[in-house]
């Protein structure tokens, strides 16, 4: 079993970054996919970013260009360093792992290990 927990979550300003982090337990996770996503206030989750085993990475059209995913195999951690930070991103944002990380997977079914969440607020 895959235990996730995510950290890094917080208040600031439209226009501040934060980085996110997922460090995951309970097995190595090297060969496994990551992948961030989040749910803002009544709406449903959805995808933001995601990272093969390989490196490779896709993204969310919202996010493209302000969010970069990263990951650390030796730490079993996975990043979202977050720029350019706009009031719609404010969601609790969750990471997710996925046993088949050949591929970048950016749906919620693909996914069979998830984090509690962690609370990003940005103010306007």
């Known amino acids: 079993q895959v235990q996730l927990v995510e950290s890094g979550g917080g208040l600031v300003q439209a226009g501040g970054s934060l980085r996110l982090s997922c460090v995951a337990s309970?097995?190595?996770?090297?060969?496994?996919?990551r992948g961030w996503f989040r749910q803002a206030p009544g709406k449903e989750r959805e995808f933001v970013a995601a990272?093969?085993?390989?490196?490779?990475?896709t993204y969310a059209d919202s996010v493209k260009g302000r969010f970069t995913i990263s990951r650390d195999n030796a730490k079993n951690t996975v990043y979202l360093q977050m720029d350019s930070l706009k009031p719609e991103d404010t969601a609790v944002y969750y990471c997710?792992?996925?046993?088949?990380?050949?591929?970048?997977?950016?749906?919620?079914?693909?996914?069979?290990?998830w984090g509690q969440g962690t609370q990003v607020t940005v103010s306007s």
């Open positions: 997710a792992a996925r046993r088949h990380g050949s591929a970048v997977a950016t749906t919620i079914q693909q996914y069979e290990y």
């Open positions: 309970g097995r190595t996770v090297t060969n496994y996919g």
């Open positions: 990272i093969g085993w390989t490196g490779g990475s």
